[in-house]
């Protein structure tokens, strides 16, 4: 760089979780914002992915192109890329839209509970329920391989800066792999710990420690950038939403409720990112794409909807991000 020249504006992209409907409604959103800010998704100094938006970031890290993600989203053959020719049916790698039948029925992790025994309301409330919850039962080895099938087996990610969180299940500390002095792993092993979602799929073992879902930490994990030295962070959350629908059934209803909080929590997560000098644009699902979600994130039937009707929303809603997430 010359003397006086601009300095390069840095960008991070934080990919938040939401499962198979939320990483598809993800996808609608990151067309959108390469259409609106002129810039590619992989093109970023640090994409952040926690469960779903994990799966994301290791594909777009890989040189898998936003526009292939819609036509592996919307169920149509990859014609370019890395995955081209790939099948990836997502209702076999995840095992369907409802949790099996776990083995035992005692809680997935005693450690975890005295843990939080121990430190009593210092743990996210998720946090301590996943340790609750019956170890599942499903398995996350197609999500590997999908990995897998990108990037060189066994080893991290090509791109220059890919952060992937997922939770200790003995201590409920966030991990995030990728990040300097983090615990090393194959990208595989960290995508498929970051989605194993706890009472639906088996923690993941990385050098003999066991790993959960990224969410029970926090849906989007935003402030992990917060000292990363960047002066752009674009969030795609599928967990947060800043307007409603009004939804019917009681198990739809649940989950609004519990959207309200998350969306607490990512603007709370948003205001150290902010308060570090970086700019913060985040964006959620709206009424519509609400509507088209319904209440179960892992109901593949509903996917080319998802993204059919995220692809259309999600250009004006970015127009709005910048005063919505920043609203108290």
């Known amino acids: 760089m010359t003397k006086g020249a601009a300095r390069p504006v840095r960008r991070a992209l934080v990919l938040g979780g939401g499962g198979v409907l939320g990483g598809t409604w993800a996808v609608g959103a990151l067309a959108a914002m390469e259409q609106q800010f002129g810039f590619k998704a992989a093109d970023v100094d640090l994409i952040v992915g926690t469960s779903a938006g994990s799966v994301i970031a290791a594909l777009l890290a890989a040189g898998v192109d936003v526009p292939q993600l819609e036509e592996q989203y919307g169920d149509r053959p990859v014609t370019s890329g890395p995955l081209a020719g790939y099948s990836f049916d997502p209702v076999q790698a995840t095992g369907g839209k409802r949790p099996g039948m776990p083995k035992l029925l005692g809680p997935g992790s005693p450690r975890l509970i005295g843990t939080s025994l121990r430190h009593l309301g210092q743990m996210p409330a998720t946090a301590v329920l996943s340790a609750f919850m019956p ?24 791109h220059r800066g890919v952060w992937v969180v997922a939770m200790d299940y003995e201590d409920g500390r966030r991990v995030v792999f990728g990040r300097p002095g983090a615990r090393v792993a194959p990208l595989s092993s960290a995508v498929m710990a970051s989605c194993a979602i706890p009472g639906w799929f088996a923690p993941v073992t990385i050098e003999g420690k066991q790993y959960v879902d990224g969410g029970a930490i926090s849906a989007t994990s935003i402030d992990v950038v917060a000292h990363a030295g960047m002066d752009e962070v674009y969030v795609v959350a599928p967990m947060v939403s800043f307007a409603m629908d009004r939804p019917t059934s009681v198990s739809a209803r649940l989950e609004r409720r519990w959207r309200v909080e998350v969306t607490k929590a990512a603007r709370r997560e948003a205001a150290i990112v902010r308060a570090a000098g970086a700019t913060v644009r985040m964006l959620g699902p709206g009424p519509e794409d609400l509507a088209a979600i319904g209440a179960n994130l892992m109901d593949d039937d509903r996917r080319v909807h998802v993204l059919e009707t995220s692809l259309r929303t999600s250009s004006a809603a970015w127009l709005e991000a910048d005063e919505v997430s920043a609203a108290g």
């Open 135 to 158: 170890e599942g039962t499903k398995s996350l080895e197609r999500v590997g391989h999908l990995i897998d099938a990108v990037t060189p087996m066994g080893e991290w990610s090509p």
